[in-house]
């Protein structure tokens, strides 16, 4: 598999992360045909690659509403490396992923005979955040056959807080967001990462900001709200 739809995957999780309907979350609009645009950027502030997403359908049953995002990557010179949709549902204060329409259709192609599987627990971004309050931990796991080899890919969030409030400028506005600090773990066959980030979330729009660290606190990379349209 790719280390670019590894990387392409854990980036998702950090957003979708955020990601809920009106009538379940103040923090998100999912409302059709609302569409956002992330800029990537390495510990040196230079652009590694864009994101659009799109929402392009909801539908509601009961208390249960569904939609559909169009998701859309290009690295720094503009080429496309992702092309993808996924959907999720929100039922009172819970949003639920759909784990395995985060995999690129591409990577499902290439991988057509491989048995893949992906679990996890749902994210959850109450309603009422206030400083100093703890959030519930979330993972996602990916178990991949590749002809009698087993490979597992596994992301943890672990003591995600509400750190703060602050205010934030990019192109898309200024924002007053809280902060939430999360610490994330990745494994992947032999290979053990611990890296710290930070997303900063506005109400009405949803994240705003996110900064990944080194396990010493140094930037790792970083991503800001560029354009925002409802």
């Known amino acids: 598999m790719k280390t670019k739809s590894l990387l392409v995957l854990f980036f998702l999780i950090g957003i979708l992360s955020l990601t809920a309907q009106d009538n379940c979350s103040k923090f998100y609009p999912m409302t059709e045909g609302v569409s956002m645009e992330y800029t990537n ?34 690295d720094e010179k503009g080429k496309e490396i992702y092309n993808t949709e996924y959907k999720l549902s929100c039922t009172g204060n819970m949003v639920k992923l759909d784990y395995e329409s985060l995999l690129p259709s591409d990577m499902m192609e290439q991988y057509g005979d491989m048995d893949i ?17 703890n959030l519930n931990d979330a993972n996602v796991t990916m ?8 490979m597992s ?7 995600r807080k509400v750190e703060k409030k602050e205010s934030v400028t990019t192109s898309a506005g200024t924002y ?52 925002y349209s409802n």
């Open 153 to 159: 890919i596994a992301v943890d969030m672990l003591n």
């Open 41 to 74: 950027y390495n510990k040196k502030g230079k652009v590694e690659g864009v994101s659009s997403y799109k929402v392009t359908e909801t539908n509601t049953a009961g208390n249960t509403t569904n939609a559909t995002m169009a998701i859309n990557l290009k």
């Open 117 to 133: 599987e992906i679990s996890g627990n749902d994210i959850e971004i109450p309603n009422d955040l206030s400083v100093g309050q």
């Open 176 to 227: 007053d967001c809280y902060v939430l600090y999360s610490e994330n773990q990745s494994k992947m066959m032999m290979v053990n990462q611990f890296y710290p980030s930070r997303v900063w979330l506005a109400e009405g729009v949803g994240m705003v900001k996110q900064e990944t660290y080194k396990k010493n606190g140094d930037l790792m990379s970083s991503t800001m709200l560029t354009a």
């Open 143 to 150: 178990k991949i056959n590749m002809g009698g080899i087993n």
